[in-house]
């Protein structure tokens, strides 16, 4: 009975549900723990990062606002009554005020003080003479004793009166003058002193009430110090020749040395006299007159009330106008002459050659010497630059206007304005500049076509220019700057540009053009492109060449054909021309490359044919005749000697075919039969044999191999 319920009970327990075990949490690890602390971390270091990028994103647009505040308007004042009452504006307008008033107040302090140094002086020679004439006057001067019971002594002459009077008016008018100058020395100087103001409105206000009471007493205080010195100056000078006249009469006859001093000062003072007149008059008449003074604008004041009575006053007066061509004429002068260079940037805005053009046109060297003012060291970059960008503007001005009739006069054949326009250009941003100036020579018309091209399409263009059988104008410019910008142009560059032009016309133009040379690498570039062609091409261009071939240029192309090895010189055509090039303008530097490469073509001839040109056995002979004194750069003497027995083994073969011909006596070159037999079975050159190269060539070539310059190889290529 026992044992049922615990059976039982165990069987209940067995039946109740297990509770399942308690899950790990998978991210509670020290690892993923660690990671967030990262994050932490990291948002922390991006929180700071943002606040400093604001800040630096703050202290960029000040920097922004600093750099384009120049360029910017000004914040003006919204409220009318703020605005009439800002300090700011008060301090630069009383700052205005006082330099204006400043440069008045010198002009009169120093009139004051010219007056007080010459009525110094002009006081101590006028007491020289009042003490003379007064004690002529006094009674005492006669010695007679004075007392009272003594009748008054007579009057003295007339003329010794009216000599005393003018010495001492003279001598008053002088003291009232300096009393005057003092006096005006220290109302000029109260002027100039700082108000009494709280405010610079307050001063301003002050100083302009000041300066409009002032100006109704000083103005006129410096007109009477004007005329008051004169009138000294003049009294004392009537009282001077008139006792000079009445002491040469004073005498039994008239002394004639007194009298013809007399006559002399009164010419004298009638020139002075004279001299102020015609100074009056002239400022009269002109309006910008620099003799203008009170007493000519009293005169034109009245004249001009009178002007309806007086009608030829009118027509008589002449007013200043200005056009615009004296105007700016006006500006370019004072351009070239400025001296400080800050005001430049306020005029340079007005620097530009269409207006020089639209405004006559006429000096072109006050046009350069402007340009050259502008572009001093000393100016700002932004000066300089606005210059230069004028010749582009300039320049499209004048291809919008080429049917004006003022760009046709003053630029078509004027040599100066060219010369100075195209000197001015910077490539390549002038490019298409420089050819528009350029179209305005004579014979280059043509050049016109490059405005539209782009820039390599231009230059491109340009390197066939020479290829015309037409009189060309001068173009050189252009044409070394084509050059000169292959050099910087990438390979696939080059070939990009030279894809739209003809390869044979370039190395014609090449031929054809000033003297220059050919880079090794840019002929490296052509030479795929013609293969045999080219040597064609030399070769017809020699045959009967144009009157302006260049052989130095054609010399470096063979020389270029010569190194490289690219293209073989053809068996079937007569290079006879090609030969004779080479003979006859042979060049130092070049010289062991062309060699050997002919030296291979002759006896590649030699084995393909029997005939063998003339030219080709002068050139064998110049070989054959080479010696070791002069040793040439990159020859050996293994080299050369190898070349002369090439040479004479071909001139063996090939001699007793040869006609001799009479020798020349102004000749100095050896004929074919001259080369004879040694003993020791080997040619050998006759004596008087002529030098290894000829220079038939111009000075500029003679100068470049003196220097011996060769054309520089592209190491990038």
């Known amino acids: 009975m026992s044992t049922a319920p615990l059976t039982e009970h165990e069987d209940q327990a067995e039946a109740a549900p297990v509770p399942p075990p308690p899950t790990a949490d998978h991210f509670d690890t020290p690892l993923f723990n660690r990671l967030l602390g990262l994050i932490e971390n990291l948002n922390t270091t991006m929180d700071e990062q943002k606040r400093a990028i604001q800040h630096q994103a703050t202290k960029l647009d000040a920097l922004v606002d600093d750099a384009l505040k120049d360029d910017q308007p000004y914040n003006t004042e919204k409220d009318p009554e703020k605005a009439v009452k800002n300090e700011q504006m008060w301090s630069g307008v009383y700052e205005i005020a006082t330099a204006k008033m400043k440069e008045e107040a010198d002009e009169w302090k120093g009139l004051m003080d010219v007056s007080l140094v010459f009525i110094a002086i002009f006081l101590a020679v006028l007491t020289a003479f009042l003490v003379p004439a007064a004690q002529s006057l006094s009674p005492n001067s006669t010695g007679a004793p004075n007392n009272a019971t003594s009748p008054p002594p007579p009057l003295p002459p007339h003329s010794d009166e009216n000599v005393c009077a003018l010495y001492y008016l003279a001598l008053i008018m002088a003291m009232c003058n300096a009393v ?108 910008c007159s620099p003799f203008e003074g009170l007493f000519s604008k009293f005169i034109v004041k009245v004249m001009a009330l009178l002007a309806q009575r007086i009608s030829w006053f009118t027509a008589w007066r002449r007013s200043f106008h200005w056009d615009s061509s004296k105007l700016f004429q006006t500006y370019v002068g004072l351009i070239a002459e400025a001296h400080d260079p800050k005001l430049l940037d306020r005029a340079v805005p007005s620097f530009t050659y269409s207006a020089w053009l639209a405004h006559g046109g006429k000096s072109v060297s006050l046009l350069r010497r402007a340009y050259d003012r502008l572009m001093a060291t000393d100016t700002s970059v932004r000066v300089r630059e606005s210059v230069k960008a004028q010749i582009s503007h300039f320049a499209e001005y004048c291809r919008e206007n080429s049917w004006d009739d003022t760009v046709k006069e003053t630029l078509v054949g004027n040599t100066l304005i060219q010369e100075f326009l195209i000197s001015n250009c910077s490539f390549p941003t002038d490019f298409v500049a420089c050819t528009t100036f350029l179209a305005l020579k004579e014979n280059n018309e043509d050049l016109h076509d490059l405005e539209e091209l782009s820039y390599k399409g231009g230059i491109a263009r340009i390197l066939c220019t020479y290829d015309q059988d037409v009189p060309l104008g001068d173009r050189e410019v252009l044409f070394l700057h084509a050059v000169e910008a292959f050099e910087r142009f ?94 006859q303008q042979s060049v130092p530097s070049f010289w062991v490359a062309i060699r050997d490469y002919i030296l291979d073509y002759a006896e590649a001839l030699d084995l393909a044919s029997s005939f063998m040109p003339v030219a080709m056995l002068e050139f064998l002979q110049l070989c054959a005749q080479e010696t070791d004194e002069e040793p040439l750069e990159s020859d050996t003497p293994d080299a050369r000697a190898n070349a002369r027995t090439r040479a004479k083994a071909i001139l063996e073969r090939h001699l007793p075919s040869v006609i001799p011909l009479p020798p020349s006596p102004q000749s100095s070159r050896a004929s074919f039969i001259d080369i004879l037999e040694s003993d020791d079975n080997k040619l050998s050159p006759p004596v008087d044999h002529p030098r290894r190269y000829r220079t038939l060539m111009t000075m500029a070539h003679q100068a470049f191999f003196e220097r011996n310059e060769t054309p520089p190889k592209r190491t990038s290529r």
């Open 490 to 583: 990438e390979t696939d560059d080059v070939k990009e540009t030279l894809s739209g032009v003809e390869p044979l016309s370039v190395i014609r133009s090449f031929m054809r053009g000033p003297n220059t040379y050919i880079p090794f690498w840019f002929i490296t570039d052509i030479i795929p492109r013609c293969d045999q062609e080219i040597i064609s091409c030399i070769n017809d261009s020699l045959r009967n060449p144009p009157s302006n071939i260049n052989r130095y240029v054609v010399i470096s192309i063979i020389y270029v054909l010569a190194a490289t090895r690219k293209v073989s010189l053809p068996l079937d055509v007569d290079l006879s021309p090609f030969i004779e090039c080479i003979c």
């Open 180 to 287: 005057l100058c003092v006096l005006g020395r220290q109302w000029v100087g109260k002027l100039l002193s700082r108000p009494v103001g709280n405010s610079h409105l307050e001063r301003t206000m002050r100083h302009e009430e000041r300066k409009r009471l002032a100006y109704g007493w000083i103005r006129p205080l410096v007109a009477i110090l004007y005329w008051s010195l004169l009138l000294s100056i003049g009294l004392f000078i009537a009282g001077l020749l008139y006792q000079l006249r009445n002491l040469s009469t004073s005498f039994e006859e008239t002394a004639m040395t007194l009298q013809a001093t007399w006559g002399l000062g009164i010419v004298l003072v009638a020139g002075i006299i004279a001299t102020i007149t015609a100074t009056t008059v002239h400022a009269v008449r002109f309006e």
